[in-house]
């Protein structure tokens, strides 16, 4: 028999009870952030089912974990702790557990309302790293920015390459993204433009969230790997295409990429996305050693971009992906991260890159879709080449089980002019 809730959860929800991802929540703008995963169109306050004494095994037991502002200290204690948390919340939450569910008083204090919280960020993020995984996005930006003939570099084949982002400029879903200025390109002898970027893009990510981490100068394992990972969410790493291009010879992007980065606000662990484990591409060249895994797995997470233009009701949707798409796995990512034995911590986040796959209608970014602004994009009977002030982007990310969805709501955006 399929796992059922005594809270009822439409079937089109991406939070039934085979979900329970994690986020941080306000019962009011004023109230301090709250633990809680998400349970149909409800929150479930960890903080009352810790209070209650019923996290009750032999992990967490007398634990103050959940009754912290963010996850951090939960992410610290790893695997285990992660599992029998589990295994208590799906118990305590289905429809055979009296346990909550006859219990009207705690049922009142720990079920809340989704649409009466405020989601906040569910960790507190030290360090931020992006990578550049697919290679249907590498190939297409490499035929963009260098023309067909040798559009990816050898070494990307090679290893996960990433850069270093802006952790504090990491928001919440539904935070407004306000247009950077810089400079860009000079045309001709003229100097170098300034001023609010004409390129602003979005970008198709998801991002792990590192459980625990690593001791400086020590590495991780590939195939232990996984054990660090607590799980993922929908990430829009906000790009401005002018600003990068000026400046990321020779090293890399800067101010065309820390303005603003939206993550959802639920984390999906990997073991509710472990039923949609699928095999990863096969790489060539073989990978080198450290690189190797003796299990090489990505996961089957349907991908949606949609655009509301400025001032329309409507939205269109720009995209459809998938996280199979990855050429580098999330466990050679962060083996990679820690070869040169860099020390990872608990709450880092680590994008996986724009996640373009090979058809048209699959590519993660407008640079891709319109071919750097030469073949503008039609929507709802205006058209963009690249985003405007009073557009909003949004993310949606799904796995469809049988009989259920494993889902991680959205990541939305809009874009706003810069301030004065």
């Known amino acids: 028999m399929a796992l059922k809730s005594f809270v009822e959860v439409h079937p089109d929800s991406h939070f039934p009870i085979q979900n329970l991802p994690y986020g941080a929540f306000k019962p009011q703008p ?206 829009n790493d906000w790009s401005a295409r002018d600003i990068q291009a000026w400046e990321y010879v020779p090293l890399g992007p800067f101010l065309g990429k820390s303005f603003g980065t939206t993550m959802s606000p639920w984390i999906v662990t990997l073991d509710a996305l472990e039923p949609f484990a699928c095999d990863a591409p096969k790489q060539d060249p073989h990978p080198l050693p450290y690189l190797a895994e003796k299990i090489s797995k990505n996961y089957d997470i349907a991908l949606e971009v949609q655009i509301k233009p400025s001032g329309q009701k409507d939205s269109s949707v720009v995209t459809r992906s998938n996280f199979n798409n990855l050429y580098w796995t999330l466990t050679q990512q962060l083996a990679h991260h820690t070869i040169n034995g860099c020390n990872l911590r608990p709450g880092d986040l680590l994008g996986t890159g724009t996640i373009s796959g090979p058809e048209p209608d699959s590519l993660g970014c407008l640079l891709e879709l319109t071919w750097n602004g030469q073949k503008p994009l039609s929507l709802n009977g205006t ?36 301030r004065d």
């Open 30 to 235: 004023t109230a301090s952030a709250r633990l809680a995963v998400a349970i149909g169109d409800c929150v479930l306050d960890l903080s009352e089912i810790a209070k209650a004494g019923l996290f009750n095994g032999p992990i967490l037991t007398g634990s103050d974990c959940f009754l912290q502002p963010t996850l951090n200290k939960f992410l610290a204690l790893g695997r285990p702790a992660w599992k029998e948390a589990r295994v208590t919340l799906q118990k305590l939450l289905s429809s055979t557990e009296p346990t909550l569910r006859d219990n009207a008083d705690l049922r009142q204090k720990s079920l809340v309302p989704m649409n009466n919280v405020e989601m906040v960020l569910p960790t507190e993020i030290g360090d931020y790293t992006d990578f550049f995984s697919s290679m249907h996005h590498a190939k297409n930006c490499g035929t963009i920015f260098r023309g067909p003939q040798n559009p990816i570099p050898p070494n990307w084949f090679h290893l996960p390459i990433a850069y270093h982002g802006r952790a504090s400029s990491i928001v919440i879903s539904g935070t407004n993204i306000i247009r950077p200025r810089g400079q860009g390109y000079p045309a001709g002898d003229s100097p170098p433009y300034f001023g609010p970027s004409l390129k602003l893009d979005f970008e198709l990510e998801m991002a792990a969230v590192v459980g625990p981490g690593n001791e400086l100068g020590k590495t991780i394992d590939v195939n232990e790997a996984a054990d660090h990972i607590f799980g993922l969410v929908l990430m």
């Open 383 to 418: 058209t963009r080449k690249f985003l405007e002030d009073g557009d909003e982007v949004i993310f949606t990310g799904c796995c469809k089980g049988d009989g259920y969805n494993v889902g991680f709501g959205t990541c939305a955006g809009k874009v706003v002019p810069p």
